[in-house]
Every structure is written in structure tokens, then in C-alpha cells.
């Protein structure tokens, strides 16, 4: 079985690695299912604001572009803090 260590997950060394697959999942599912109805939405926000939709269709695929830019760079980040930086 693949650790979450030799899958470069932005996981603890301390955390196990089954808990670390199932919060991985735990924080990505809602943001997956978000996405989704942003989407079936598109048509009432540009009723809305009085735009055409084809703005608000470019504005959700720059969300998502940016979401999927961002993931790789997040651990990166991450990893500049220690693990106490909050307390401090």
C-alpha cells in the first residue's frame, strides 16, 4: 500500500496515514460538491446582476483554474511554518 509520505500528501509525519486519507477527502468532498452548484447557479446570478452569462461563466472557470493552480502550491507553503506557528 502507497504511504501518504510517498504520495507528497501535505500531511504530519506523526498523523497515520489512513487518517490522513479520509481528512483529505473530508476537506476536498465539500469543496467538490460546491463546485457543482456554482455552476447550476450561473443562469440566476447573471439574471441577477444583468450581465450576460457567458462573464459569469469565464469568472467560474477562473475560480476553478485557480483552485487547481493552487493545490500544488499550498504544501509548499505549508511547509515554510513550523508546526507551532499558531501558538506563537
Same mark, same amino acid.
Do not use: H
Given at each position: 500500500?502507497?504511504?501518504?509520505?510517498?504520495?507528497?500528501?501535505?500531511?504530519?509525519?506523526? &498523523?497515520?496515514?489512513? %487518517? $490522513?486519507?479520509? /481528512?483529505?477527502?473530508?476537506?476536498?468532498?465539500?469543496?467538490?460538491?460546491?463546485? @457543482?452548484?456554482?455552476?447550476?447557479?450561473?443562469?440566476? &446570478?447573471?439574471?441577477? %446582476? $444583468?450581465?450576460? /452569462?457567458?462573464?459569469?461563466?469565464?469568472?467560474?472557470?477562473?475560480?476553478?483554474? @485557480?483552485?487547481?493552480?493552487?493545490?500544488?502550491?499550498?504544501?509548499?507553503?505549508?511547509?515554510?511554518?513550523?508546526?507551532?506557528?499558531?501558538?506563537?
Amino acid at each position: 500500500m502507497i504511504t501518504m509520505k510517498e504520495l507528497e500528501a501535505p500531511i504530519r509525519q506523526w &498523523v497515520p496515514d489512513w %487518517l $490522513g486519507l479520509v /481528512s483529505i477527502f473530508v476537506v476536498i468532498l465539500p469543496v467538490t460538491m460546491l463546485n @457543482g452548484s456554482y455552476t447550476g447557479s450561473m443562469l440566476e &446570478v447573471s439574471n441577477t %446582476l $444583468g450581465t450576460n /452569462s457567458e462573464d459569469i461563466t469565464m469568472g467560474y472557470y477562473a475560480a476553478s483554474a @485557480g483552485m487547481a493552480i493552487a493545490y500544488p502550491i499550498v504544501p509548499k507553503v505549508l511547509s515554510a511554518f513550523s508546526v507551532k506557528f499558531p501558538c506563537q
